[in-house]
């Protein structure tokens, strides 16, 4: 993994973009890391942006999906979260 640049979007995010190399089997794969900084001995990743799809959005809507679809009952999530680290 390359990492080729660094956007500081204020006091606590940082943007770090890298790019994964193409390999015979895949191809060059861009990903964004946002980082949270506000304490800087301690960064933290809170999200992934590979190929400029947010995993933490998509989570969030896969969480707004399933409370939409239970009539927002928060203990379906649960349920599902619970079966998903099960396995």
């Known amino acids: 993994m390359t ?3 660094k ?5 606590n995010y940082t943007i770090v973009n890298s790019i994964l190399k193409a390999t015979n089997d895949r191809p060059e794969i861009k ?6 900084t506000k304490d ?7 999200d992934l942006i590979i190929e400029g799809l947010s995993l933490a959005r998509t989570q969030k809507e896969e969480f707004a999906s399933v409370l939409n679809s239970n009539d927002g009952d928060i203990r ?5 979260l619970e079966e998903f680290s099960n396995k």
């Open 3 to 5: 990492f080729f640049a």
């Open 7 to 11: 956007e500081v979007l204020n006091k």
């Open 31 to 36: 990903i964004d890391w946002r980082i949270y």
């Open 40 to 46: 800087p001995d301690q960064p933290l990743i809170r």
């Open 76 to 80: 379906a999530l649960f349920k599902i």
